[in-house]
């Protein structure tokens, strides 16, 4: 066998297991989680015109669609990738009992959801706005993810303190500030929607109260929803930070830039739900307006990391031979096999500036009003979360179990194109989307027995070029998710020829700079606090007090509200 990397270190095997089952179970579901991606495009492109396909109705297929790409894989990610930064970085051993009780309330909560899924008892979408009604198992599973989530986070703050205590005056890891960064923002995100679950749908789902305060939950919800999303790209950022540029035989440009970053994020990430929220009666225009004043400040810490991404793959294709304005782009490693993450993340920036881009004018209150709702906004949220974060955490999900494993890659080839094939499949797929979603086609709509189908009174031929574009970038997507698939359990059931070890990659900066500002989490924390107080204390108090009147459960399969369930 040979020996580890210098950079390597041995870790508990408890760690070791759990982190690999935490890292495996998620992509089993995936597979899921990506065929009923391919099954939408084909409703939308009208192939599938019918209400169900092979057993499972449509907004099902979609519920689990979004419930397990969006919430179950990144989660079960960012924890996993999380105790391996911790423990990488700080060099201690963990609390293991805490660490199984988390992955044990992760994983039956999980199994809760997809079953209720699974069994048509919650198809309500990822989003679960009421009055559309889950069985309560879907919200107590939802519930135990994120309860066990949150302890995953509690068990990592013991090494931290004992590392300060240890290293006074010392930066904190870069890495470590990043994980950090995305919990607290997962705790900040996760209050409100608890809230939601347990004071308003739970009771509502049990039949304990009638009825639901829709814009009161709906406000809740995205008071979690925005978030949410920083929360998924903060370990993509982490990996962008701190391994990005050693990939490209370079450093990081400026540490003073991924510091602010994550910081900046902790401070902006949450007074901004209401953007998702501008189309909808019972918010005053003043809440609308500091919603989408934040949001512009939210997208700061991108445009910073786009600039300082672009400055370090300058400097290491430099330091590579790279000459001229533009020659050194052709020094950035595209398909080394040796340095196969990079495509992952390479990829995954170049569709986040399409992603990026829209985000912005998403968020331009006035011109939220002509894409809110339509299919431009999956194309949207392909180009960040299915893109910078897919692939960012694919590409560690097979790092880490390689590693982990001590075994090789199998078929490398595949592994560096990868990223390209799902590129272009993600670019396709939005393009067609967008295009829809520009001339108002919805989303969230079972376009096969609709719009897309000319027997259908509702036919809309003008919308059918946009579908077809969405559903071949689909397929590609679908190929692209295939060979990742083969490539993964190829490595995992592969034999082991090295020792398993915990590493990562570890870039050095190229300005090492020493700001006090970014030197400590307590100022950021009291400005998301205050910002928190100032962009929900009024709207929230608005919406309690204005007495709407709440709403009787509905089904997706019926106009009419449900009443007495004797079944549920
Ligand atoms: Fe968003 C809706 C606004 C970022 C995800 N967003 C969504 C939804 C999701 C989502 C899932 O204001 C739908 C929710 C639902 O189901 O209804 N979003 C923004 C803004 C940003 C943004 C302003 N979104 C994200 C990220 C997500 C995500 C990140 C997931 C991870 N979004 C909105 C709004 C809505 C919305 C409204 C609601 C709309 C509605 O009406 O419902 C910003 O954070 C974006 C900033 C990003 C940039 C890009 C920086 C570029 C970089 C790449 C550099 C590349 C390099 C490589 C260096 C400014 C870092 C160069 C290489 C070459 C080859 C050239």
Same mark, same amino acid.
């Given at each position: 066998?040979?020996?580890?990397?210098?950079?390597?270190?041995?870790?508990?095997?408890?760690?070791?297991?759990?982190?690999?089952?935490?890292?495996?179970?998620?992509?089993?579901?995936?597979?899921?989680?990506?065929?009923?991606?391919?099954?939408?495009?084909?409703?939308?492109?009208?192939?599938?015109?019918?209400?169900?396909?092979?057993?499972?109705?449509?907004?099902?297929?979609?519920?689990?669609?979004?419930?397990?790409?969006?919430?179950?894989?990144?989660?079960?990610?960012?924890?996993?990738?999380?105790?391996?930064?911790?423990?990488?970085?700080?060099?201690?051993?963990?609390?293991?009992?805490?660490?199984?009780?988390?992955?044990?309330?992760?994983?039956?909560?999980?199994?809760?959801?997809?079953?209720?899924?699974?069994?048509?008892?919650?198809?309500?979408?990822?989003?679960?706005?009421?009055?559309?009604?889950?069985?309560?198992?879907?919200?107590?599973?939802?519930?135990?993810?994120?309860?066990?989530?949150?302890?995953?986070?509690?068990?990592?703050?013991?090494?931290?303190?004992?590392?300060?205590?240890?290293?006074?005056?010392?930066?904190?890891?870069?890495?470590?500030?990043?994980?950090?960064?995305?919990?607290?923002?997962?705790?900040?995100?996760?209050?409100?929607?608890?809230?939601?679950?347990?004071?308003?749908?739970?009771?509502?789902?049990?039949?304990?109260?009638?009825?639901?305060?829709?814009?009161?939950?709906?406000?809740?919800?995205?008071?979690?929803?925005?978030?949410?999303?920083?929360?998924?790209?903060?370990?993509?950022?982490?990996?962008?930070?701190?391994?990005?540029?050693?990939?490209?035989?370079?450093?990081?440009?400026?540490?003073?830039?991924?510091?602010?970053?994550?910081?900046?994020?902790?401070?902006?990430?949450?007074?901004?739900?209401?953007?998702?929220?501008?189309?909808?009666?019972?918010?005053?225009?003043?809440?609308?307006?500091?919603?989408?004043?934040?949001?512009?400040?939210?997208?700061?810490?991108?445009?910073?990391?786009?600039?300082?991404?672009?400055?370090?793959?300058?400097?290491?294709?430099?330091?590579?031979?790279?000459?001229?304005?533009?020659?050194?782009?052709?020094?950035?490693?595209?398909?080394?096999?040796?340095?196969?993450?990079?495509?992952?993340?390479?990829?995954?920036?170049?569709?986040?500036?399409?992603?990026?881009?829209?985000?912005?004018?998403?968020?331009?209150?006035?011109?939220?009003?002509?894409?809110?709702?339509?299919?431009?906004?999956?194309?949207?949220?392909?180009? /960040? %979360? =299915? !893109?910078?974060? &897919?692939?960012?955490?694919?590409?560690?999900?097979? +790092?880490?179990? $390689?590693?982990?494993? #001590?075994?090789?890659?199998?078929?490398?080839?595949?592994?560096?194109?990868?990223?390209?094939?799902?590129?272009?499949?993600?670019?396709?797929?939005?393009?067609?989307?967008?295009?829809?979603?520009?001339?108002?086609?919805?989303?969230?709509?079972?376009?096969?027995?609709?719009?897309?189908?000319?027997?259908?009174?509702?036919?809309?031929?003008?919308?059918?070029?946009?579908?077809?574009?969405?559903?071949?970038?689909?397929?590609?997507? /679908? %190929? =692209? !998710?295939?060979? &990742?698939?083969?490539?993964?359990?190829?490595?995992? +059931?592969?034999? $082991?020829?090295?020792? #398993?070890?915990?590493?990562?990659?570890?870039?050095?900066?190229?300005?090492?700079?020493?700001?006090?500002?970014?030197?400590?989490?307590?100022?950021?924390?009291?400005?998301?606090?205050?910002?928190?107080?100032?962009?929900?204390?009024?709207?929230?108090?608005?919406?309690?007090?204005?007495?709407?009147?709440?709403?009787?459960?509905?089904?997706?399969?019926?106009?009419?509200?449900?009443?007495?369930?004797?079944?549920?």
């Amino acid at each position: 066998m040979e020996l580890p990397n210098e950079n390597a270190i041995a870790i508990e095997p408890g760690l070791k297991r759990m982190l690999l089952i935490e890292i495996v179970f998620p992509m089993v579901l995936l597979i899921l989680g990506i065929y009923h991606g391919l099954v939408q495009v084909l409703y939308r492109a009208g192939i599938i015109r019918s209400s169900q396909f092979l057993g499972l109705e449509y907004f099902q297929g979609l519920t689990l669609h979004g419930v397990v790409n969006a919430i179950v894989f990144t989660t079960f990610f960012a924890v996993a990738f999380g105790y391996a930064v911790i423990r990488y970085y700080l060099k201690r051993p963990l609390n293991m009992k805490v660490a199984w009780l988390s992955f044990a309330l992760m994983m039956i909560g999980t199994m809760l959801a997809a079953v209720a899924i699974l069994l048509g008892k919650a198809t309500v979408l990822y989003t679960f706005y009421p009055p559309l009604r889950a069985h309560p198992a879907f919200y107590v599973g939802l519930v135990l993810v994120v309860v066990g989530s949150w302890l995953a986070f509690f068990n990592w703050l013991p090494p931290y303190f004992a590392w300060k205590r240890q290293h006074p005056g010392e930066k904190i890891p870069l890495a470590v500030v990043g994980i950090f960064a995305a919990f607290i923002v997962w705790l900040i995100a996760t209050a409100p929607v608890a809230v939601e679950i347990l004071f308003m749908l739970l009771p509502w789902s049990m039949g304990w109260v009638p009825t639901v305060n829709v814009p009161l939950a709906r406000m809740l919800f995205w008071f979690f929803g925005h978030p949410l999303v920083y929360f998924w790209l903060l370990p993509t950022y982490v990996m962008y930070y701190t391994m990005l540029p050693k990939l490209c035989g370079g450093k990081l440009y400026s540490d003073f830039a991924g510091r602010l970053t994550f910081l900046w994020l902790v401070l902006y990430s949450a007074p901004v739900g209401i953007h998702h929220q501008f189309t909808e009666p019972g918010i005053t225009d003043t809440w609308k307006f500091v919603h989408a004043f934040f949001t512009m400040l939210v997208a700061v810490p991108s445009f910073l990391t786009a600039f300082t991404m672009a400055a370090s793959m300058e400097q290491g294709a430099r330091e590579n031979g790279g000459q001229g304005l533009l020659g050194w782009w052709k020094k950035l490693p595209y398909l080394d096999k040796d340095r196969w993450l990079f495509p992952y993340l390479f990829a995954g920036l170049f569709i986040f500036i399409f992603g990026g881009v829209t985000g912005i004018i998403n968020a331009s209150y006035n011109m939220n009003n002509v894409v809110h709702n339509t299919a431009w906004l999956p194309a949207h949220f392909h180009q /960040t %979360v =299915a !893109g910078p974060v &897919f692939l960012s955490y694919l590409g560690m999900s097979l +790092f880490l179990v $390689a590693k982990l494993t #001590g075994k090789a890659i199998k078929l490398p080839t595949w592994n560096v194109w990868m990223p390209y094939i799902w590129t272009l499949g993600i670019m396709i797929f939005s393009t067609g989307l967008f295009i829809g979603g520009g001339a108002g086609e919805p989303r969230r709509t079972n376009l096969g027995v609709s719009y897309s189908d000319p027997h259908s009174p509702l036919y809309h031929p003008e919308w059918h070029f946009g579908d077809i574009m969405g559903c071949i970038g689909g397929i590609v997507m /679908t %190929v =692209a !998710g295939l060979m &990742f698939f083969v490539v993964f359990f190829a490595t995992v +059931f592969g034999r $082991a020829s090295k020792k #398993g070890v915990l590493e990562l990659i570890v870039s050095e900066a190229y300005h090492d700079e020493r700001v006090p500002a970014v030197q400590s989490f307590t100022p950021w924390l009291a400005g998301a606090a205050l910002l928190l107080v100032i962009a929900y204390a009024p709207p929230l108090t608005e919406t309690i007090r204005s007495g709407f009147p709440g709403a009787l459960p509905y089904s997706p399969h019926s106009p009419l509200p449900l009443h007495a369930e004797p079944d549920r």
